[in-house]
């Protein structure tokens, strides 16, 4: 069968389902992935064959994008801040806004010469810990997460990323945050990026983040929408070094509500919007620190 013939089948199974333009970078996506054909490729060849067994393999991964299974559990990886990070059901899809809220750090500390000491929570997949180990040298960085499963995607991430290049180093934890008393060791930067999504914001949620991504690293209940928030601001402001400072990722509807709980927690705060004009991110300084 012709490639160009699998498209236009890609195109009619899935139309009802997705926006065009997001169809056509399903198929450009998995064809690279998993054949190496680029969209340019069969835009030079427009009869480029393929045979049954990649013929089933993308009639495999056509019946998941009906299901709306997301592409990068399907092609089992996702870049993030440049690099490449293995991702599948136990662990969330990074997130474009997660890239600010790294790059804010980076900015933040880009004239530091000593060697900082970094603590992530809720690590995931790893791509804070690694994207920040890559790129501020010699950092002694602590991940950690209450998934055993994921902590084996973040190890996996952290070594075929090379995320100690920079003679920097990453211990990765499993621990539950709530059941955490306080922060062994002190730190310059930690960073979070919590569940936030409250129960009556699922109806907003698509379906491939409904059934396919963890609900323990996504939801809170709508009493306590700030459980974690709360809990690691408190363990914070105990274990930072001077001219330390705690980073989050904030759910977009309770940034007020987050930044004031800060405030009155002793931190001075900076709020910043994302890309898309939403308040996603948010800074705190102690002020007896």
């Known amino acids: 069968m012709k490639l160009k013939a699998q498209k236009e089948i890609f195109f009619n199974e899935l139309e009802s389902e997705y926006r065009a333009e997001e169809v056509f970078s399903f198929f450009f996506l998995l064809t690279e992935a998993f054949f190496g054909i680029k969209r340019l490729d069969l835009a030079l060849n427009p009869e480029t064959e393929i045979d049954e067994n990649q013929i089933q393999k993308l009639d495999a991964a056509l019946v ?13 990886e996702t870049e993030f801040f440049g690099l490449t990070f293995k ?32 603590l992530d929570i809720g690590t995931g997949s790893g791509c804070i810990a690694i994207s920040l180990a890559k790129n501020l040298p010699k950092a ?8 055993e ?11 075929t990323n090379n995320a100690e290049t920079n003679n920097a180093e990453i211990n990765f934890i499993q621990e539950d945050i709530l059941k955490t008393d306080a922060f062994i060791g002190s730190w310059d930067i930690i960073v979070s990026n919590p569940p936030y999504v409250r129960e009556l914001e699922k109806k907003e949620m698509h379906r491939n983040v409904l059934e396919y991504e963890p609900e323990t690293a996504l ?19 105990e274990s930072l070094n001077p001219g330390g400072k705690l980073y989050f990722e904030i759910n977009q509807y309770l940034a007020d509500e987050t930044e004031k709980m800060m405030q009155e927690q002793g931190f001075v705060t900076e709020k ?16 007896n620190i």
């Open 87 to 118: 991702v599948d059901k136990n662990v969330l899809v990074p997130r474009p806004e997660t890239e600010e809220l790294v790059q804010w750090i980076l900015d933040d500390f880009a004239s530091e010469k000593k060697a900082l000491k970094i």
């Open 219 to 237: 939801y809170v209940k709508d009493e306590d929408p700030l459980l974690f928030y709360n809990k690691i601001t408190r363990l914070a402001k």
């Open 64 to 76: 998941r994008l009906k299901d709306h299974e997301p592409i990068q559990y399907i092609i089992g």
């Open 140 to 147: 002694q960085i602590s991940a950690i997460d209450i998934s």
């Open 272 to 287: 910043r919007k994302d890309i898309f004009g939403n308040y996603r991110m948010l800074k705190g300084i102690a002020h």
């Open 149 to 159: 499963k994921a902590l084996q995607i973040a190890k996996i991430n952290a070594e």
